[in-house]
């Protein structure tokens, strides 16, 4: 886990980097603002390790001549064409019942904005703390947005490792009526049948692994799938197509995608 990291800026906006900086820090990353003259895209060239930026757009992650922030601004015109049809998510999600559910691996977000914005009232749990600042950040720019506004309102973020924060649920009885699982899975499929070329994974997502542990040191998730199945009439489990099934664990209803697949496992038992 990256626990150190260099935080560049403009003179402009040295209160808002210190502002992260504390934030950062109160989650256990320390940073170095480092003030720049111009922070463009040839500094970024010329400084390819791994860092943070902030400028007028708020803290961005950045790398190899690159930057990203979880950007949900960009994510507008996708919302807007999606309808509870045509996303094979709300399916698998069941969303035309507005379930109250927990995307327990956050990441950028984005599945938790398209959920939301039909309907779903999400808890989102991200453990990392520098995705979780990003995140944060994003959530408080959304909130300014009138379009993203309305649908930013039925998002609630959690800073914790879901394994703790679900556990907690289960002790509570706090059921729920989705849990939804997305965890990062190694960039060549574990599973034999899996394409040998693998499509480029998208700038975003390639920063984002930047971030994370090496493929051989990645946690898989399996164990979530258990405590999440004590609190959830319905798990609902995102895989690369041809992925071995989370936990190894067959479900009990499959929606097949080009790229991706959602694992539906259902627990009659549980009323929410
Ligand atoms: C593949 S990404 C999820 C992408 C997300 N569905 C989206 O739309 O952007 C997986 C994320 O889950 C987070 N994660 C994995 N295990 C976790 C856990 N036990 N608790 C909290 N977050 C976890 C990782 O840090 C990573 O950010």
Request: charged letters at 25%; aromatic letters at 6%.
């Amino acid at each position: 886990m990256v626990n150190q990291i260099r935080l560049y800026t403009e003179s402009d906006h040295v209160e808002k980097a210190q502002h992260f900086e504390a934030v950062l820090s109160s989650r256990g990353v320390e940073t170095e603002i480092v003030t720049v003259e111009q922070l463009n895209a040839r500094f970024l060239r010329l400084h390819p390790e791994l860092g943070l930026c902030v400028d007028v757009d708020g803290l961005w992650l950045c790398a190899n001549g690159m930057k990203m922030q979880p950007d949900w601004q960009a994510e507008t015109a996708r919302l807007k064409r999606a309808s509870l049809k045509s996303e094979m998510i709300a399916r698998a999600c069941n969303l035309a019942e507005k379930p109250f559910l927990i995307d327990a691996t956050a990441g950028l977000g984005h599945d938790s904005l398209l959920m939301a914005h039909l309907g779903a009232q999400v808890t989102l749990v991200e453990r990392h703390p520098i995705l979780f600042t990003l995140l944060e950040d994003s959530h408080i720019r959304a909130r300014q947005d009138t379009f993203l506004s309305q649908v930013v309102a039925r998002i609630h973020l959690v800073f914790s490792d879901s394994a703790d924060y679900l556990k907690s649920r289960v002790e509570q009885k706090n059921l729920v009526d989705v849990v939804y699982l997305d965890p990062m899975f190694p960039q060549r499929d574990q599973n034999q049948q899996a394409p040998k070329k693998q499509a480029q994974v998208k700038k975003q997502m390639q920063l984002l692994h930047l971030l994370l542990p090496e493929d051989g040191e990645m946690d898989l998730g399996d164990h979530l799938l258990e405590l999440a199945q004590d609190i959830a009439k319905r798990v609902v489990v995102k895989r690369p197509r041809l992925a071995v099934f989370l936990a190894g664990k067959q479900p009990d209803h499959q929606w097949q995608g080009d790229a991706c697949r959602f694992d539906a496992y259902f627990q009659h038992e549980l009323v929410a």
